[in-house]
C-alpha cells in the first residue's frame, strides 16, 4: 500500500475543527472523491473533531490519503485521552446526548462513512476511525 | 472580536455566511440575530447560507434555534441557498430541520417571506383596509 500523504493535526480549539474540515476537504478534492462524497467526509469529520474537542478534552486528527490497488480513499483517525465512553451502543443512538446537542454526531458520522472503528476505554480516553473510498 | 454582518433591508434583516463558522461564531450569529430581531422588530429573517460547503448538526441545531426563537418574536425565518450536495449529506446525517422554511434562491425566499407577512396581516384583519 502507497500512501501519499499522511499527517496529523491536533484538535484543541474550535479554530482547530475548521481546520480540520479543511484539511480533510483538501485531501478529499486530491484524492478524487465525488463533490457529494468529499461533503459526507468532510460533515463527518467536523462531528468528531467537535466529539474530540467537547467529550475528549481535545485530542488528535490523522489524516491519510490511501492508494492502494484496490482502493482510494480517505481515511481519518480522531484520539483523545478524555473520559472514554462507558457504553458505546448507546453512544451510537441517534438522540442519544450528554452534551445538551442533537446527539447526531457520532451515529452520524457512522451513516456517512463507508467504514467506521471505534474503541473506547473509560478513563484512558476514545479513537474513532472512519473512511470513504471513492 | 469576529462577527458575522446583519443587514437590515425594510423589515427584514439579511444575513449572508460567507466563512466557515466555527461554533463560538455560529453561537454569536445566533444571539445577535435574536437580539436584532427585538430591536428592530423585524417581521422576517432571510439567511443565505449557499456560500457554505458542508452544514453539521451544530450548524443544523443553530438554524433550528433562529428559526424557533425567531417565530416566538413573531418572524419568520427562510434558510436559502443550500448546496445539493449539503442537502443529501445533511438528510444522511439525521437532520432534516424541522420548524426552518427553506428556498432554493434569495428570491424566492423574499416571496416567502412576504407572502408569509401578507397572510399574517389578513389574519389580523389589515387586509381589507
Known amino acids: 500500500m502507497v500512501m501519499v500523504k499522511d499527517e496529523t493535526m491536533s484538535i484543541r480549539t474550535s479554530e482547530d475543527v475548521v481546520r480540520v474540515r479543511q484539511v480533510a476537504r483538501e485531501l478529499a478534492l486530491a484524492q478524487g472523491l465525488s463533490l457529494v462524497d468529499q461533503t459526507k467526509i468532510v460533515t463527518a469529520a467536523s462531528e468528531l473533531a467537535r466529539n474530540t474537542l467537547d467529550h475528549?478534552?481535545?485530542?488528535?486528527?490523522?489524516?491519510?490519503?490511501?492508494?492502494?490497488?484496490?482502493?482510494?480513499?480517505?481515511?481519518?483517525?480522531?484520539?483523545?485521552?478524555?473520559?472514554?465512553?462507558?457504553?458505546i451502543d448507546l453512544a451510537l443512538k441517534d438522540g442519544y446526548t450528554t452534551?445538551?446537542?442533537?446527539?447526531?454526531?457520532?451515529?452520524?458520522?457512522?451513516?456517512?462513512?463507508?467504514?467506521?472503528?471505534?474503541?473506547?476505554?473509560?478513563?484512558?480516553?476514545?479513537?474513532?476511525?472512519?473512511?470513504r473510498w471513492k | 472580536m469576529e462577527r458575522i454582518p446583519i443587514l437590515k433591508m425594510g423589515d427584514y434583516l439579511l444575513v449572508t455566511i460567507q466563512v466557515d463558522m466555527h461554533d463560538r461564531l455560529a453561537m454569536t450569529l445566533q444571539d445577535d440575530l435574536t437580539e436584532g430581531i427585538a430591536r428592530?422588530?423585524?417581521?422576517g429573517v432571510l439567511i443565505d447560507i449557499s456560500s457554505l460547503e458542508i452544514v453539521?448538526?451544530?450548524?443544523?441545531?443553530?438554524?433550528?434555534?433562529?428559526?424557533?426563537?425567531?417565530?416566538?418574536?413573531?418572524?419568520?425565518?427562510?434558510?436559502?441557498?443550500?448546496?445539493?450536495?449539503?442537502?443529501?449529506?445533511?438528510?444522511?446525517?439525521?437532520?432534516?430541520?424541522?420548524?426552518?422554511?427553506?428556498?432554493?434562491?434569495?428570491?424566492?425566499?423574499?416571496?416567502?417571506?412576504?407572502?408569509?407577512?401578507?397572510?399574517?396581516?389578513?389574519?389580523?384583519?389589515?387586509?381589507?383596509?
Open chain 2, 40 to 43: 428592530t422588530r423585524a417581521r
Open chain 1, 99 to 131: 452534551g445538551g446537542g442533537l446527539g447526531l454526531g457520532l451515529s452520524g458520522a457512522k451513516r456517512l462513512s463507508n467504514e467506521f472503528e471505534i474503541f473506547s476505554r473509560v478513563g484512558e480516553g476514545t479513537r474513532v476511525m472512519i473512511a
Open chain 2, 56 to 129: 453539521d448538526s451544530f450548524i443544523g441545531r443553530m438554524l433550528g434555534n433562529i428559526a424557533a426563537m425567531s417565530r416566538v418574536l413573531d418572524a419568520e425565518t427562510v434558510v436559502v441557498g443550500m448546496r445539493p450536495a449539503v442537502a443529501i449529506t445533511l438528510v444522511e446525517l439525521g437532520l432534516s430541520l424541522p420548524g426552518v422554511r427553506t428556498a432554493l434562491n434569495v428570491e424566492q425566499g423574499m416571496s416567502l417571506l412576504q407572502l408569509a407577512r401578507a397572510e399574517q396581516e389578513n389574519i389580523n384583519g389589515y387586509g381589507e383596509r
Open chain 1, 56 to 87: 475528549g478534552g481535545g485530542g488528535t486528527v490523522r489524516l491519510e490519503a490511501v492508494n492502494s490497488e484496490t482502493r482510494r480513499g480517505l481515511r481519518l483517525t480522531f484520539e483523545d485521552q478524555g473520559p472514554g465512553i462507558p457504553d
